[in-house]
């Protein structure tokens, strides 16, 4: 009888300390087993780091909250975050003044660097998520290009049953990472392979191909314009345009001819999609405008070219990309689809251009998708949400 | 005339300074323009990281030297380590205490973390280098478990033509990761992928599909044994056994019918291997022995199975494994390949654990490879140089 009710009081306490300290899992991007940082039902993130010997440390969300964390007696420092939108959001510790990885953390290639990042599910949205449906495949792939003169590596979604269906050809999208990012983004922080494996499953979606490749083409000796790297002002922008236009060549004079002869795709421009999110977008807008003859499909994610994000005179529908879109009629014609994305809590610059791109493409009557994610900032979960939408509206 | 003598000066100063700092480059395993870490061509590495407010900064790796760094003025820590063993270290920078990456470096997953490495390259040695060959794919693939109970990502390396040759089967080799390590090991860390391009391209190895899956399998509920978990002792022990007996399963009854199902095997035991390094050569030993009508060819990479690593009774041929060697001449018929290797600088219970296997099999005469990789740890390149020696003998 003693020992029934001291049972059930330690059931009692337990079932007080779970309601004040929530319902806290592990993040699914946590290293095996690690338990810290974790995420409650209400988004609240736990980041806990030992640190016996620090002065002050702090959890810094790049997109999000930097919180002091505090120190326990057991030499461990902890926070809890407020509420936090859905999706990946990179984060960093700083002990000390440095910047450190999380060590429970996965890492993801971010900021031009191996970061931490911790995922935030977002309730009732499986889209994104691993189903129990036919999985594709990624591959990855190393083609010799002439352009660059170097092996490049890229990654190649495959659709279900692309091995078993050898008659089959498939359409092919190209989707770009961002600024800091690499060729690893969209599987590794976006699960393109489970977003377009869901898509396919219903239906809703054609069964494609997908390329994505390193967005950062240099030849021997062509210096780098990578944010965070040694570049700034004028020569910044000039390495950025000769990487530019070496990723250009690189993806329609290297890439393109490489997909096209190793995978089984229908090898013209109404089965030929490019997209890409920020640095990705804007390397999107460039090279399917230079290239109407190659692409019909063109996405642009919290990343639309044409706008200029920095002032400068405003852009004209009747000479911009060659005067490409100056007969609406016509480019309807010729381009597919014209679409364009943006966070609701993105920077004030990024919105406020992607927006402004949006009113010129209204005014002008030029055929278009805008399409806006609720909430998100710029980061993986608005870029996730545009590849639903966008997807759907390829090669029908 | 002074301007050329001034410029000559230069000249000798430059190639003063070139002839005291040596010719040291950034490492191939840096992420994109990070000028440090750096290797010259003594196999020194130099190391460097900003922390201006840190006490103490060391860096460890993990197979070599702990070494304090030195303070600049500028706020940066440097250090030069002697001359290091080539391949891939893993190393951490030590703040004040706390183990954490070096952000100039790439993640790899081992000690159960992302954590940072530097590849020193190995004079002369091209062998897992990417070169102008034919290059394979390595696919992820995801397959639902019936045996864990959940979909389980796996790599899958095909060789140069496998989507060419239609008609073509393929042999099979199963390679595990070590402990703290995951299926991305063997691409990442040892080059799998181009391991076996460059020997194929000889002709020195058949061509292959290799697969790499995750060896910590596990039902639901079933805890943990990975180093550095949370469990020790005999709770460890009895982990790491029940995690043996799942993955035994989950290598028979899931991973081998999902791949010979997706991929162009030659589904018989003359046409698959299985090898692994440190935790999974021992895993290997297991399943292989185990299930001797599956496989013919096995390999224990700095992890043979059989010999007792802690003291315990002298394992006896007549009885291991069920008394699979007891005759020997049987056993060589049965088993084409019995492979063992160690490095010559691994730790000294390893080292003598394997020789003592060799011997053991010397003595009873059962016909087996062993190899010692000259110079190398507990580390990549005697893995990368094991699979060297051991894929050529495969399926001949």
Known sequence: MKMKLVGMVGLMVASLCYAQEGNFQPASTNVLDAQYPRVDSASRVQVRIKAPDATKVKVNFWSGPKMDMEKQADGFWTVTTPPQAPGLHYYAINIDGIDVNDPGSHTFYGGSKDASAVEVPEAGATYYLPQDVPHGQVREVWYNSSVTSSWRHALVYTPPDYDKNQAARYPVLYLQHGGGEDETGWTKQGNVNFILDNLIASKSAKPMIIVMANGYARRAGQATAQPGGPMGGPGMMQAMQQMMTTFDEDVTKALIPYIDKTFRTVPDRDHR???????????????????????????GFSGAGGMSMRGGPAPDLKTMYDGAMADPAAFAKRVHLLWIGVGTEEPAQMRTGIQGFNKLLEDGKVQHIFYESPGTAHEWQTWRRDLKDFAPRLFK
């Open 273 to 299: 999609a490019m997209a890409g999110l920020s640095m990705g977008g804007m390397q999107t807008f460039v090279v399917t405008f230079n290239h109407l003859d190659t692409f019909s499909y063109i996405g």
